[in-house]
């Protein structure tokens, strides 16, 4: 059976559309987009979405309603995370998402979240990996760590902690560029959230990153001059390698790291608390390279509406 469905993630930072032809023997890929909207700006502060960024996230949904159209989408699932998990005044999303799209977008747990996170990447991997297999997704709100088997097996344990880039961001890093206490105080938070995890990055022989905080510095990483997807995908790097370039951005104002060819300017204000909340999860690993995969929740959203 062949079916056309798309897949909406809705995070903290970035809405994502992923439209796909899913047949049994795979998915093909049709139209995929990612508009940067900040939904979840204040929320760690104020626990409401604000009304700017809610006009932003409905501006992109109303571009991504006349591409589901366009392309004669039969079944659409939109999945939004830790900026509407945690928000007061979610019902006004929600509403306004249905009002638009005609579906109602589902608040996902955590847990949820890595197990779509977990698909999208496993699906991806070429070969047999070592297992077992860590997927590192850092968002803007929330970072998932799943530990699963590899494609077949599916996942053994999981966990979504509030730590995600523009959180982070907010909560510690409001200097330009950051002082050593605000950087100081970033670690110690992440440190904390590691120690409480059940999910210990030291237990995995390969490690797998997706989202965008990972795709901006795989680009920085590989010197990329623009967005290659062919050049990210499976692309393995060291993690001595991204703890240099972590390192850099921190040193960086906004203005030098917006300076960068590969820096997408959505996020340039966020992207050293990211680097730092995977560079503290590496530090805890065995492994010496990293593999970079371009799909991610989208495409386990994807496969869900199929399955």
């Not at 994502?16 to 023997?25: M, S």
């Not at 850099?248 to 960068?260: G, K, S």
Request: proline letters at 4%.
């Amino acid at each position: 059976m062949t079916q056309r469905v798309a897949a909406i993630d809705c995070g903290t930072n970035t809405i994502k559309l992923l439209i796909a032809t899913v047949t049994a023997d795979g998915l093909t890929e049709d139209v995929r987009e990612a508009r940067m909207v900040r939904l979840g700006q204040g929320v760690d502060r104020t626990g409401v979405l604000a009304d700017e960024a809610l006009e932003r996230a409905f501006g992109a949904i109303d571009e991504y309603a006349a591409l589901i159209h366009e392309h004669g989408v039969e079944k659409v699932r939109f999945v939004a995370t830790s900026a509407t998990r945690d928000a007061a005044n979610a019902a006004t999303f929600t509403d306004g998402v249905r009002d638009r799209l005609g579906v109602t977008p589902e608040v996902v747990t955590g847990a949820e979240e890595a197990a779509l996170s977990f698909g999208g990447a496993a699906r991806n991997l070429r070969g047999i990996p070592e297992p077992p297999v860590l997927v590192i997704d850092i968002g803007g709100g929330s970072t998932e760590l799943i530990l699963g088997d590899g494609p077949t097996m599916g996942v053994s344990e999981s966990d979504s902690m509030d730590i995600g880039s523009v959180r982070l961001h907010e909560r510690h890093l409001r200097s330009d560029p950051p002082t050593r206490e605000e950087i100081e105080a970033c670690v110690r938070d992440i440190d904390a959230h590691l120690d409480a995890c059940p999910v210990d990055p030291a237990n995995a022989r390969t490690v797998v990153a997706v989202g965008g905080t990972m795709i901006q510095l795989a680009m920085g990483l590989l010197e990329l001059e623009a967005y290659d997807r062919d050049a990210t995908d499976h692309a393995e790097v060291s993690p001595d390698d991204v703890y240099r370039l972590v390192d850099r951005l921190l040193a960086m104002t906004v203005d030098e790291r917006l300076a960068l060819p590969w820096m997408h300017p959505g996020r340039a204000d966020v992207i050293a608390a990211g680097g730092v909340i995977l560079s503290r999860i590496l530090r805890r690993s065995i492994v010496d390279s990293l593999l970079v995969s371009e799909s991610d929740i989208l495409d386990g959203i994807a496969w869900s509406v199929r399955d």
